[in-house]
């Protein structure tokens, strides 16, 4: 019996083949749909479909009042709600000419820090579990759970927290708030070597981010990517150094960047590591915060109305994600004419039809995790 | 450099094309003179805005334009620069900078998206964050809405509590 099979070459399809991963995935962070064109293992094409999760929030906008437009930045960025409600608060002050108090501008930058570590334990978690580490998801999302119990604590709400207002903040700091911060750093601290040992250092992990979906720095800033995602690709940029706003001058911290430490600058390793030394940096910059806290009254410079003169601003906010714009149109009324947000993750999710060329399917995922996207802002 | 050098630049590079609001720190370019200055601004040794940070349709509604607002900045010098461009409401056309700084191409889609203004020569114009077979554009200030899509309500039925 001939076992030899014959098989007409020219009869075989080697065309494209089009991969639909999402909307209802469990690795595309909400609800994202990704068209990927694929010659057998190997990516050629991707196209990002967004637009699930749009909930018109600049159209609501142009029918509330400045102080009303609060909780609905929250939604947008549910998993650093604080640093929303900041941009938008400074966009506003900066229309407004406010001065803040010099309290207030202390526990805005405690409570972004907390959110800072709160949000990067999301993303290097979610990252971890995307390819297949889950047990440094639980220990992530473990001591988030303590940032959310502070809060809490601070102000009621464990997410949406509505907390950092126009000229001021919603509470003053409880009582035992600062001691409880301290506690939580104390406890937290030696949990990050604890990170790098179970992650960050694992050959696994190492072998399947270091030297895959390498962003070059020039395209980087062509694409507008902003935070982390460029910071990985060794560009030391960050808006709290190069566009200063708060009390941020005042205090010591550096601006971690990718060295390429374990394969190229600017693959997925870089862009996960540069997330887990900025946790140790906020740490640091909280410390100093807690110690340099001034007394004073948070409510204020808190204006009876909010009505900005006749004008517009760009204002921006380095957020967990990168750089958050606020453009405002105001012609002097209660509500604004137009308000544009100028969505971090937008434009770092644009970038990956770019960066994903070339690699297998499997990377896509390590690609998508590293870029922390969180769809509630990019489709608004 | 402060907005005066970079109107003196702008004024050498590309005079007569732009007008310029100093007090406001913006230029403002005409749709048939966009293109020219857009390449000078990214191209230009003294200016090299590099980074499109913003890019955002507008509609006042005072008057029959519709607009974009482009926010420069140049991570080299460190300064930054506020472009307006108008356009009639009636045939809204801006030729795309997408070719020039990638950020425009997602941008300029959301533009078309919300606001209906065409971008000539854009890559892949279509909508971003409606769905495709959505009709009229909900950020003009002139929308009416639609009454159903799909056979869904649009209009928020409040007969049960109010």
Known sequence: MNTKTHIDQSLIKTDEMVLNMGPQHPSTHGVLRLKIHTDGEIVRKIEPIIGYLHRCFEKHCENLGYEQIVPFTDRCDYIASMHMNHGYALALERLMGIELPPRVEYIRVIVGELQRIASHLVALGTFGLDIGAITPFTWMIRDRERVLDLFEYLCGARLLYNYIWVGGVSHDLPEKFIRRTKEFLDYFTPQIDEFDQLLTFNKIFIERTADVGILPPDVAVNYGVTGPSLRGSGVNWDLRKNDSYSVYPDLEFDIPVGTGQMGSVGDCWDRYYVRMLEIRESIRIINQALKAIPAGDVHAAIPKKVRPPKGSVYSRFETARGELGYYIISDGKNIPVRLKMRSPAFCNLSVISEIAEGWMISDIIAILGSLDIVLGEIDR | ?162
């Open chain 2, 1 to 162: 450099m402060e907005f005066s050098q970079i109107k003196k630049v702008l004024d050498i590079r590309c005079s007569g094309l732009f007008e310029a609001e100093i007090d406001r720190h913006t230029i403002r370019v005409l749709p048939e003179n966009w293109l020219t200055v857009a390449k000078v601004l990214k191209a230009d040794a003294d200016l090299t805005f590099d980074s499109l940070m913003c890019l955002s349709g507008f509609d006042l509604g005072d008057s029959d334009m519709l607009g974009i607002a482009c926010h420069f900045y140049s991570m080299d010098k460190g300064h930054m620069l506020e472009v307006i461009i108008e356009t009639p409401k009636k045939n809204p056309t801006i030729p795309s900078i997408a070719n020039i700084w990638r950020t425009a191409d997602w941008h300029e889609r959301e533009v078309y998206d919300l606001y209906g203004i065409i971008f000539e020569g854009h890559p892949d114009l279509k909508r971003i964050l409606l769905p495709d077979d959505w009709e009229g554009h909900p950020l003009r200030k002139d929308y009416v809405q639609a009454e159903t899509y799909h056979g869904i309500t649009i209009k928020k039925d409040k007969t049960y509590w109010e």
